[in-house]
Every structure is written in structure tokens, then in C-alpha cells.
């Protein structure tokens, strides 16, 4: 059982990171956490990694594909409707001085909403906001709730940033919560026991995946939307929808797959 760094740097990381955990008692479950999965459960992470991109590989089809196959609408509109919106988006990550994770399948994420005529939506991972952004903008139309929940961005003093290119005039259809899964997702099926759609990007360990697929997924209605970004991390999501007997798409973005299923 050991820890190993590479650089200088990624020492510093992890010890600001701990302090950081040290002065917030409410993160102090997370905390324990992550250091049994980067100790005792360090191998997990990757579990059934080479499996699942075996199968995912076999059966992927582009976003735009996707898209029409589960919702019978054409993706191309999207760009130009909201032009303006993303190229303001844009701009802020661009200024924004924290580094977070970039855009994902905006489009994905916007159709599952519209199809879905979601009302109450929930996803895990939030960083500079774009998925949010995505599903604010579909939500927005029926004065929907997004449910978010995110983790302080503990190493880098990046709180303040989270969300950073989500427009304040679709900020009161959005409801963030600063806490891992298993502290943020309690809170947040109290103030709403059911979803139309449900996107997953945050904890990638197997164990984290797995937890939170089954909580998501009995509370998403049947017609509802499940989407998981990375699933090629690991077998997690592979080995949920066999054992839920669940029929999923594979879409293939940017050299990552998400997977993507109507219940």
C-alpha cells in the first residue's frame, strides 16, 4: 500500500489538496474516500478498462448519429441557434484562470432534455459549466430544474470558477451542490425523487460509477435519459447495463465514448 509521484509538483498538489480537505469538516467523508481508493482500491480505477473500449469500439456511432437514432432530430441546428450564447461561453473559459474540463457532447446533452420535455434534470460533475450550460438551455424553456453536484475544486482555489460559463439569466433554473456524490446526490433526490434525464461525469472509479448509476437510474423515469461520459475508464458502465439488461447506445467523441440510453 503506497502512493507514488512523479514530479515535485504533484507532490505540492496532493498536499495542498489534504490541507485544503483539513479545513472543511463537511468534506471530511470525501476525504476518507479517496484515500482508500487511492491506497487499498488504487487498482480499481481501471478495472475491466481494455474490456469495456473492446466493446464500446465495436458498437460506436458518432454523436450526430446518436442523436438521430434515439431522438429523431438532427444535431446541426444547435450551433447556429445558440451561437452567440457559446461564443460568450467560449470567451470565458478562455479568460477563466483555472483550468477545468472543456465541452463535451453539448448537443447529446441539449436533445436529451428537449426529448425527454425534461422538467427536473440532474448531473454529477459540473467544472466550467458546459454541460450545464447545455441542459440549462432546453430546461430553461419549461422553467425545469437542473440539479448539480460538483466538488470544490480543492488544489487550485477554483470554487468560484465553477459553473463560470453559465449565464446568469439561466441561474435561477440551477441548483449546485458542493459536495462529492454520495453527500450532494442525498440532498438532492429530497428535493426531487424523479428525473427526465441524467447525466453522470464525476467520480471514475469503478466503485464511485457503479454506486451512483444505480441511485441515478431508479429514480430516472421510465422515458427518461442516462448519459455517462468516459465510460471507457473502466467496466463500470458496461457491467451495469448487463446486469440491468439495458440496450445502450455508444457514442464515440473526441477519442472518449459516452454512453446513452432511454429507459
Known amino acids: 500500500m503506497y502512493l507514488k509521484f512523479n514530479t515535485v509538483s504533484e507532490v505540492s498538489r496532493v498536499l495542498k489538496t489534504f490541507i485544503a480537505y483539513l479545513k472543511r469538516p463537511d468534506l471530511y467523508p470525501e476525504l476518507g474516500r479517496k484515500i482508500v481508493k487511492n491506497t487499498v482500491n488504487r487498482g480499481n480505477a481501471f478495472k475491466g478498462k481494455e474490456k469495456t473500449n473492446s466493446w464500446a469500439a465495436s458498437r460506436a456511432v458518432s454523436q450526430k448519429e446518436a442523436v438521430l437514432k434515439l431522438f429523431g432530430t438532427d444535431i446541426d441546428s444547435f450551433r447556429n441557434i445558440y451561437s452567440d450564447i457559446l461564443a460568450e461561453a467560449e470567451r ?17 446533452i441539449y436533445y436529451s432534455c428537449e426529448f425527454a420535455n425534461a422538467k427536473n434534470a440532474v448531473e454529477t460533475g459540473v467544472a ?19 440539479y448539480s453536484s460538483d466538488m470544490p475544486y480543492l488544489a487550485q482555489d477554483g470554487d468560484q470558477y465553477v459553473g463560470y460559463v453559465v449565464p446568469e439569466n439561466l441561474k435561477p433554473n440551477w441548483k449546485l451542490f458542493r459536495f462529492a456524490d454520495k453527500e450532494s446526490l442525498p440532498k438532492i433526490f429530497v428535493e ?5 434525464v441524467v447525466h453522470y461525469d464525476s467520480d471514475k472509479s469503478y466503485n464511485g460509477r457503479f454506486w451512483a448509476y444505480g441511485e441515478l437510474y431508479k429514480r430516472l423515469r421510465k422515458g427518461g435519459v442516462f448519459i455517462s461520459d468516459d465510460i471507457g475508464d473502466n467496466s463500470a458502465y458496461q457491467d451495469f447495463c448487463e446486469k440491468n439488461a439495458i440496450e445502450t447506445t455508444v457514442v464515440e467523441y473526441e477519442g472518449k465514448y459516452i454512453g446513452v440510453f432511454i429507459k
Not at 92 to 108: D, F, T, V
Not at 192 to 196: A, I, R, T
Request: hydrophobic share 35%; charged share 20%; glycine share 12%.
Open 192 to 196: 426531487s425523487p424523479s428525473f427526465d
Open 92 to 108: 470565458r473559459q478562455n479568460e477563466c484562470p483555472i483550468k477545468m474540463g472543456g465541452a463535451g457532447a453539448l448537443e447529446l
Open 128 to 146: 466550467y459549466g458546459w454541460s450545464s450550460l447545455a441542459a440549462l438551455l432546453s430546461l430553461e424553456k419549461r422553467n425545469g430544474t437542473l
